[in-house]
């Protein structure tokens, strides 16, 4: 039987369910497994700021993955180990390019996410990556854009033709150097909202995975992972077993070694997930 080194989670819909909370059975069933002597990390699309509270719920000491692999930071300490960011002249093609298009943006930059007016009426949606959240008098000229750090991400909320015009430009312009995604952000068959996550490229959950076996002295066949979302499917395909909330859409499940009974809104599946990987 193959003897795992390192344990690694998802957060919303894996560990926290749907009303914030966390089973007693995955508290109870991560406590084990660490005394035990096996290591637990999260890897996450939320910032740090809007990850570490639940890490020190669940009593994880050490280096966890935020904004899906762009930065890890030691919640002992809360020391940054990596990033990965828009910086120079690619943020100054990123701004230019959002301002063009008119979309209203969110700026996650230095662990905390800055919005305008425009973005007011879209702040429910990023709040779960946050609540380190602050309306400036205009986004276009925070000194986030040309900040030493970078930006580790940006939101942007527009129209469908906004936002596809917008994706098609950043690919052009920015090419290698940002990752950029889209989908619909809001449609109830009268308004429909779409929206768009820029990140540098580079950096997945899979990277995540891997630098965290690396830190831990392992390699990615040691570690077991959890999740549920797209996001999630890099970490599936590096990890040596990776486990599937019961919610996820098909093609994530099928993109896992093994699939859980528990979704998001019951929890329970890091519970089901350690009993089945560690029989504990």
């Not at 035990?36 to 020190?56: H, K, W």
């Not at 528990?262 to 519970?271: F, K, M, N, V, Y």
Request: glycine share 10%; charged share 20%.
């Amino acid at each position: 039987m193959t003897t795992y080194k390192l344990f690694a989670i998802d957060v919303d819909g894996t560990l926290v369910r749907r009303d914030g909370s966390i089973h007693d059975e995955d508290l109870l069933a991560i406590a084990r497994l660490q005394a035990a002597g096996v290591p637990v990390s999260i890897a996450t699309g939320r910032l740090y700021s809007g990850t570490r509270d639940v890490a020190r719920r669940v009593g994880v000491i050490g280096p966890i993955a935020c904004v899906d692999g762009s930065h890890i930071v030691h919640t002992d300490g809360d020391a940054h180990l990596y990033s990965r960011t828009i910086s120079g002249n690619e943020a100054a093609l990123l701004r230019s390019i959002t301002e063009r298009h008119a979309t209203a943006c969110f700026l996650f930059a230095q662990d905390s996410i800055v919005h305008d007016a425009s973005g007011t009426p879209h702040v429910h949606y990023v709040r779960g990556w946050s609540h380190a959240i602050a309306e400036v008098e205009r986004v276009s000229s925070h000194p986030y854009w040309e900040h030493d750090h970078g930006l580790l991400a940006l939101v942007a909320v527009g129209t469908e033709p906004q936002i596809a015009a917008a994706v098609e430009e950043i690919r052009s312009e920015l090419g290698q150097a940002a990752s950029v995604v889209s989908f619909p952000f809001m449609n109830d068959g009268r308004t429909n909202v779409f929206a768009m996550m820029v990140r540098a490229a580079g950096s997945t959950k899979g990277t995540a995975i891997t630098w965290l076996a690396e830190h831990y002295g392992c390699t990615p066949s040691d570690v077991v992972v959890v999740g549920d979302w797209l996001n999630d499917v890099p970490m599936f395909e590096v990890a040596g077993r990776s486990f599937v909330m019961g919610q996820a859409p098909e093609n994530v499940k099928q993109a896992a070694t093994d699939r859980l009974e528990a979704d998001g809104l019951r929890g329970g599946g890091i519970a089901e997930a350690i009993y089945r990987a560690f029989g504990r």
